[in-house]
Structures are given as C-alpha cells and as structure tokens.
C-alpha cells in the first residue's frame, strides 16, 4: 500500500506545475526577500534559534509567501501543517489545533500555515486566539491583502506583520534562467534556450505582473510551443530549439489585469487615479481609467471618484468641473460599457488639465471639526424659523433683515452661532476662476465688518454732555467757534 501511494506522489510531483517543482529548498536560494531575511534580521534570528513568532506574511500574488513559510518550518524544525482559508472550517482548525497539542507534548512543535488567512471569518480567527496565544502552535498566515483591515484585533495583536516585497524584474529573468537551466526540476532537459535577440524575458516579466507562479506557468506554455516546433531525430527532440517574445505572446493568451472589487488593489488604483488628477497628468488619469475598467471595475466607481475629485481638489477654481464629473456619471449609466469609457477619460483628462484648489474640501474640514468640537450651538434667533404665532412670540425670526431689500445686498447680521462669530471656513485660494472669489469675499468680509461696527455705534447710548457747559454744536453758538468766545464781543 506504501509502495502505491509513494508511486503516487512521486507521479504526482513530475506533473505539478513548474513553479511548484521550482520551489526554492532553502532561504538563500529564495529571491527577492532579503531584507527580512539578511544576516541579523529578527526572522532570521527566530529561525536560527527555533523559537518562532507567529507572522502574518504580507505581499502580492507570486512573491513566495507559501515558500517562505514552508522553509521556516523545515529550518526551524517545526512540524508544517497547512489549511486553506477558501475550504477550511472551524471544525478543521479544532482537529488541526488538538493534533499540534499532541504533538507538542511529544516535543514536536507545530508551525500552522493558513493560505489567504484573510478569508476566514472572526468565528474562524477567534478560533486561532488562545493556541497562538499561550504558544501551543506557531501561526503563519499568508494574505494579499492589509492586515489591518481583514484581520480582527485581537489575532493581530498576538502576531507580527512582516512585509514581502514584488519581486523585481531582476529576480523574475533569474528565475527564468533557474528554470530553463535546470534538468532535474525545470524545463533543463527539453534543450530549450533563450534566444539572445528574441525578447522572451522581458515579455515574460511584462506578462507577470511580478508574479512568479504567473511567470513561470507563462515560461512552461511557452516552452511546450518551442518543443512542438523542434525537429524530431532518432533518439527524439533535436536540442536546438529558441525561445522567442513570439512564443511567450502566444502562449500567455489574453492578458487579464490583477484587481478585485473590494481588496487592496481596488483602492490602490482608485487611490492612484485620484493622485493622477490632482498631480494634473491627464495620461496617467486616462491609464488608471482603462486599467480599472480593463479588469472589470464597475464604471460607475470610477465615475464617482471623478466627482469627488472635481469637488476636493478643484472646486471653486473651476466650477464647471463638477458638472463635467456629473456629466460623465449620468454618460456611463446612459450607455454602459465599452462605449462609456470615452466619456469617463474626457472627464479625467479635464479634471487633470483645471486649475487646482483644496478650499472647498479644506472647508469641509474646518466645518466638520467645528461642529464637532461644539456640538449643538443654538441657532441665533433672528435666523431661526417662524412658521406659527408660538414660534413668533418666543421671538424667532425678530430682526431678520432680508439683504434684497438692504444697500447693497449686505447687512451686519451674525449668520453663525455666536461661540463660533469668529470663524472662518472658506479661504479661497488665488487659482484659476477661485482667483475672482477671493477678491469678492474679501469685499464681503470687510464690507460686513464695517457694517456690523456701524451698528455697534448706532446702538451706543448718547454720551452727556458734562454739567455747566452746552455741547459742541448746540443752536446758538458760534459758526466753527464754538467756546471761543461771545458775537460781537472783542476777543
């Protein structure tokens, strides 16, 4: 029975894909991580001591999360037990978690690897707490995606996140060269090699994405269209075939770009496409547009980051911004995709090329935070509504004064509550048509400055006059001599 099963798995193992039987057998030959791996780095340490923390490994697709895990537990000498978080339950995790206190107890540790542990739920994670905890098992997880957000609190207290770098295009074409050279393992024994003028590592690494796995399926297609064209000769293939750009293209198919509609990369690029616009590249803008939309991005999300944008970082210098925004929005809806696309990049390319301005959004801030440090302030009464006899009598509305109707359109009335009458939101900036604005509030502010200190002193008592002696100006004294001295009287 042994035999059979041992047959099996070896069977197994030549048929796996290339980037699982290229999987690195000790941390120097891993690429791409060294530096939470070099010399005096604390994983390091842990792995040379045997005494490991629980990790939360974190990076993108391809950049040898489920190696790295698998290559602590061997140097480490713990016992590796890995689960799916896409097929495992909690009912899995109590048969794994008994198993590794067992084990314990015999002196065998236990290194947990969870794939995509950002996929299991919190009755899931709170399953994990009190054996990561008190040490029983070694958790290390692997996820794409920001511990901070699909990872509850209490299991991300007990782990440290260690951040995985892409993988560069230096380490991708080193892989490709591991993979081709190698007969054992890789694609060694098929006699393929690379064409020094045909471009194939540098459409491989484009293709990937920096993904290896992505890679190195890409290279296997790619050789097996090489193979099929090599003449054949007495003892089988001719060891002379070239590996091309040509067989890469064909063999990779359609590119189909890395996103998902809730994770990371969501909002990164729409992260990406804002700072595009504010930075006014109109190129960029139209890229992260069809980069979105290319892999399947709902294009009203787009549109709406379009509208946010023309508000926070454009606002009043432009005003027509935000209707071009709103434009494209009701575009989209109108005709759907592919043909909405135009309509959404005429509106980034607009956005990108208007004058900027952060006022509004700046007072949007300053509003909210007022609002929130003082809470409900009564509204001042002249200003509060008066729809009935009771509302009237307890004095709202009294003093009102309609502007149409005053010099100017302007009066001396406090508008904000009066904790906050020396606030102040907007503060226009000097770009694009905000430039006219600012010059008209200015006016407003002084004007209505003027007019509320005219008011003081018009409800200022009358000063009176000291005993004895008429006031400056009383019928009777002389015309700009006033105390100088009688009519008619020499002086």
Partial sequence: MNLFADAGRRRAGERAPLAERLRP??????????????????????????????????????????????????ESRHELVALSAVSSGVADLRRVLSAAEERLAAGRPT????????????????????????????????????????VNAALLSRCRVVRLAALESSHLGELVRRALADPQHGL?????????????????????????????NHLEQAVRLVEASMPAGESGRVASGLLRAEHV??????????????????????????????????????????RMLVAGEDPTVVARRLVRMASEDIGL?????????????????????????????QAAVYLALAPKSDAIYRACRK???????????????????APDALAQAAGHGRGYVNPHGALGKLTPQLHLPEALARETFYEPT?????????????????????????????????????????PTGEPGDAPGAAGAGRAGTPG
């Fill in 25 to 74: 057998d000790s941390l120097a030959a891993l690429l791409g991580q060294d530096e939470i791996l070099a010399d005096g780095a604390l994983l390091r340490a842990e792995i040379a001591s045997g005494r490991l923390s629980s990790l939360l490994l974190w990076g993108p697709p391809g950049c040898g999360k489920t190696t790295l895990a698998r290559l602590i537990a061997r």
């Fill in 111 to 150: 290194l947990l690897f969870v794939d995509e542990i950002h996929r299991f739920h919190k009755g899931q994670q709170d399953a994990l707490l009190h054996q990561v905890e008190d040490g029983r098992v070694v958790l290390v997880g692997a996820t794409t995606e920001n511990p901070s957000f699909h």
């Fill in 188 to 216: 060694g024994a098929l006699g393929v090699e690379l064409d020094p003028d045909g471009g194939a590592i540098e459409a491989l690494v484009s293709a990937s994405g920096g993904d290896a796995r992505r890679l190195l």
């Fill in 249 to 290: 293209e064909r063999a990779r198919g359609a590119l189909v770009a890395r996103h998902d509609k809730a994770g990371d990369a969501h909002y990164d690029l729409l992260s990406a496409l804002h700072k595009a616009l504010r930075g006014s590249d109109p190129d960029a803008a139209a890229y992260y547009v069809q």
């Fill in 317 to 345: 210098a432009d005003p027509a911004a935000l209707g071009v925004a709103l434009s494209a929005l009701e575009a989209v809806r109108f005709l759907g995709l592919p043909e909405g696309d135009a309509a959404l990049v």
């Fill in 367 to 385: 509003a909210r935070e007022a609002v929130e440090r003082t809470g409900s302030l009564p509204v001042p009464l002249d200003l509060r509504n």
């Fill in 430 to 470: 000097r770009a694009g048509a905000e430039a006219a604005l600012a010059e008209r509030l200015a006016e407003l502010r002084s004007r209505r400055a003027a007019a509320r200190r005219e008011a003081r002193e018009a409800a200022r008592p009358p000063r009176r006059a000291s005993p004895g002696r008429r």
